[in-house]
């Protein structure tokens, strides 16, 4: 059973910067891709960014050019590096991870980390 495990969220003005890490374990395999959502109070899931494997990064429109999603395959760890931070980016983060399971895969949650942007 694969475990997500999320740190570093927090308290942080306006403009600031922040990283999160989400590290896996209970596999011994690459995940076919990880990355982070995101929800607000009142709000649906936000799809926030994805790191597939061979390399391919993809963002969501609100965060493109202010966070980066990077991946540390010793660890199986995956960072979000959070810059240029805004009040909207107010949100409970959560680590998604998709790893192969027989001939289908299997998709697993972290329990999130809530990051509070002030204003």
């Known amino acids: 059973q694969v475990q997500l495990v999320e740190s570093g969220g927090g308290l942080v003005q306006a403009g600031g910067s922040l990283r999160l890490s989400c590290a896996a374990s209970?596999?011994?395999?690459?995940?076919?891709?990880m990355g982070w959502y995101r929800q607000a109070p009142g709000k649906q899931r936000e799809f926030v960014a994805v790191f597939v494997r061979g390399g391919t990064t993809t963002y969501g429109d609100s965060v493109k050019g202010r966070f980066t999603i990077s991946r540390d395959n010793a660890k199986n760890t995956v960072y979000l590096e959070m810059n240029s931070l805004k009040p909207e980016d107010t949100a409970v983060y959560y680590c998604?991870?998709?790893?192969?399971?027989?001939?289908?895969?299997?998709?697993?949650w972290g329990q999130g980390t809530q990051v509070t942007v002030s204003s």
């Open positions: 998604n991870g998709n790893w192969p399971y027989g001939s289908d895969s299997r998709s697993y």
């Open positions: 209970g596999t011994m395999f690459s995940p076919n891709a």
